[in-house]
């Protein structure tokens, strides 16, 4: 399994990286078919936040969801602590929504796909109807800053896959990735929706209508 680690706004340590990888060891017995995890260190200058100044986000790249999870502390050893905790929580119940759909298809096991993350992306990729994207998001995990302006503002863009899926699918997904919303293309109506997390265990969901409005055809006079 590879493991990547990056840092945003800070420098890693050898020393950090050697702890991550002996961290990590338990992901391959939650996700054996994992082939990457990205790890993420930012480091946040503001003092007032010296208490969550580290934060370190994992992701566990396979062939079904991305599974992610993130903590903040003080230091960056605590908040991998933390982090792993999530992410190791989120894999056993993904574990467990395998077992339940192999026993609700009688045991019929689906074939599984080991190839490289990387590999099945790029053939996925090359299946998919081109569209025109901006030249800095090309690919699938892309992520890009910018300034708006002159102002102080940091806007993050990344490029993400949308596949159709159920609502009840989403829901799922938004609960492994940790975060209060999740875009999706809605299986049955095949429109872009984002289900978002409301209070207690509540939810909601937003659809667009893509259809600007009806065009009157023009017909040619003669």
Same mark, same amino acid.
């Given at each position: 399994?590879? @493991? *990547? *680690? &990056?840092?945003?706004?800070?420098?890693?340590?050898?020393?950090? %990286? %050697?702890?991550?990888?002996?961290?990590?060891?338990?992901?391959? /017995?939650?996700?054996?078919?994992?082939?990457?995890?990205? &790890?993420?260190?930012? +480091?946040?200058? =503001?003092?007032?936040?010296?208490?969550v100044r580290e934060r370190?986000?994992?992701?566990?790249? !396979?062939?079904?969801? &991305?599974?992610?999870?993130?903590?903040?502390?003080?230091?960056?050893?605590?908040?991998?602590?933390?982090?792993?905790?999530? $992410?190791?929580?989120?894999? +056993?119940? #993904?574990?467990?929504? +395998?077992?339940?759909?192999?026993?609700?298809? =009688?045991? @019929?096991?689906? #074939?599984?796909? &080991?190839?490289?993350?990387?590999?099945?992306?790029?053939?996925?990729?090359?299946?998919?109807?081109?569209?025109?994207?901006?030249?800095?998001?090309?690919?699938?995990?892309d992520a890009v800053e910018? /300034?708006?302006?002159?102002?102080?503002?940091?806007?993050?863009?990344?490029?993400?896959?949308?596949?159709?899926?159920?609502?009840?699918?989403? *829901?799922? /997904?938004?609960?492994?990735?940790?975060?209060?919303?999740?875009?999706?293309? !809605?299986?049955?109506?095949?429109?872009?929706?984002?289900?978002?997390?409301?209070?207690?265990?509540?939810?909601?969901?937003?659809?667009?209508?893509?259809?600007?409005?009806?065009?009157?055809?023009?017909?040619? $006079?003669?």
């Open positions: 399994m590879e @493991i *990547v *680690v &990056v840092g945003r706004h800070t420098e890693v340590a050898d020393r950090f %990286r %050697r702890h991550v990888e002996d961290k990590l060891t338990k992901v391959t /017995q939650l996700a054996p078919y994992a082939r990457r995890v990205d &790890v993420e260190v930012t +480091r946040e200058k =503001n003092p007032r936040l010296a208490e370190v986000e994992l992701t566990v790249r !396979d062939k079904g969801p &991305v599974i992610r999870a993130e903590a903040a502390a003080d230091d960056r050893f605590g908040a991998l602590d933390m982090a792993l905790d999530k $992410l190791t929580e989120r894999l +056993r119940r #993904s574990r467990e929504r +395998r077992k339940e759909h192999r026993r609700r298809t =009688n045991g @019929i096991m689906e #074939s599984v796909d &080991v190839r490289p993350y990387d590999e099945v992306a790029a053939e996925e990729a090359a299946k998919a109807t081109p569209e025109p994207e901006p030249a800095a998001l090309t690919e699938p995990g910018h /300034q708006l302006g002159d102002s102080p503002v940091l806007i993050r863009s990344k490029l993400h896959r949308a596949e159709p899926m159920t609502l009840d699918d989403a *829901v799922y /997904q938004m609960e492994m990735v940790g975060h209060d919303f999740f875009l999706f293309i !809605d299986k049955e109506s095949a429109r872009p929706a984002a289900v978002y997390r409301r209070k207690g265990w509540t939810y909601g969901v937003i659809e667009l209508d893509t259809q600007v409005g009806d065009v009157e055809p023009v017909t040619a $006079l003669t």
